[in-house]
């Protein structure tokens, strides 16, 4: 209870506020001090000049000065909610015990609180969510061991397979440094020279590419990880959301006429069907091999853009998300959410996957920089259970992660004298050996044609026509060897792919349809806005 007046009694039962008519919903400032001027600054006369000495004001001001904090460099735009995951305590028909010692899934019924946030990739924080982009779909399990983050995205593939080469990736599709504007030509520029990329261009230029909305899409970890069971032994994972509302995607001309009415479809949508009590629902399914390299395939199980065959390795449920709750305010959760690859619990691992270690370095290292040191002190951080540890101050501490009857003096561990101890072990240990050369090298089964080709023959007709139409509309401004460059990588997936985009930038009969003038005057198309003759 805050005082603005100094007339309380010592011992008095009086509420303080009462004297000053106060009550819940009066208006003070961060001291507690009730404003009774919220119109005015104080000046020298009703002309002013202004005081130095405004206190009100000036708090207002500079707080307001310091109201953002930068925007995540990708996932910007995003939408989130509350809800709860549901274990089977199986997996498949079998014990999922078996695999995996993670206390969430064990028991059949088990409930374990989440936070969502979903996002698109490229803008900005108020980009139209209409764009095609991948969509990310990052879940946060406040479980009973500590948070479990599985940060994925609604595609199920990757456009590279090394982190290192991450930050150009996004330099590409980000807007021009100097025009600040989307191009597609730079994009194919970057692709041409990146053909792992083929299978998640080919996902990303059909209707794939644009989700109808947040709640009729899937997710995936995109990554391989790992489970360990009780005895220490590991197994391959993947993680696949499906959706029960069903899935459905967008053709470029039906997401330029919702944009041309409402940028922000895809937030209203999730928080009215939540708001309604239509609470969205997806299945958690896992695919699972033995942990090793699998020379018996022709990719690589740790490689992102590939998809695993589902008929040698199904979908096996594990459990289902409810999203029942819509967050109370934007930013202190959905904005200063932050997830990361490395938040795993007992049980769960990371799988030598080059992507995934690179990312795990990632988050919390832009968390600190786009939220500060200790964003994990924040309540939609901090996980719903005990802490205790001994890192201390920094930017914003609010609170020592003390635990009660600690010795407040004793901030250092091994120590006598009351301070926190190390907890004791559960389940056997995973100890993976290993041995190698320390190299910088590609991984040998790359395979960047073959599956992107099965997928292209595996789409509907409407899918491969607007996968087309989207590729040569966004190709047709760029230089001829890039189109030329592209056409060679689509005729690789499969000799159709090729021929329909040759044809349709005009490259067989030598009538060239695009300018051929690269970068230096033209802007290329942004890829939320591809506009053919045809479309
Ligand atoms: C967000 C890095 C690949 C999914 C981010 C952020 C960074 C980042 C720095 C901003 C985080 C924040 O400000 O809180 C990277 C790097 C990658 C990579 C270095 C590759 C080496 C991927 C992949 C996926 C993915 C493959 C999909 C599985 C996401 C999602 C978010 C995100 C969903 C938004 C999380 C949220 O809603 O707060 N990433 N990323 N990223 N990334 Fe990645």
Redesign the pocket.
Known sequence: ETSGTSIQGVGSSMDPRMATGEDDTTLTDRQGHPIDNNQSMRTVGSRGPTTLENYHFIEKITHFDRERVPE????AR?AGAHGFFEAYGTVGNEPIAKYTRASLFQEKGKETPVFV?F?SVIHGSHSPETLRDPR???VKFYTDEGNWDL???NLKV?FIRD?IK?PDLIHAFKPDPVTNVQDGVRIFDFIMNTPEAMMMITFLFSPWGIPANFRQMQG????TYKWVNADGEAVLIKYHWEPKQGIKNLTQQEAEDIQGKNFNHATQDLYEAIKSGDFPEWELCVQIMSDDEHPELDFDPLD?TKLWPTDTFPFLPVGRMVLNRNPENYFAEVEQ???GTGVLVDGLDFSDDK?LQ??TL??SD??RY?VGPNYLQLPINAPKKHIATNQRDGQMAYRVDKAPGQNPHINYEPSTLGGLHEATKTGKEYTPYIEGNLVRQVIERTNDFKYAGEQYRAFEDWERDDLILNLVGTLKPAPQHIQQGMTDLFTKCDPDYGRRVAEGLGLNDGIQSGKSSGLDAEFGAPLGAVHTEEG
């Open positions: 995540r460099v990708v996932h995003g946030r996002s990310g779909f990052a940060v994925g995205n990757f982190a991450f995936s970890g995109v990554n992102d959410v932050a997830f992507m690179g990312r990632s988050y832009t968390q786009r």
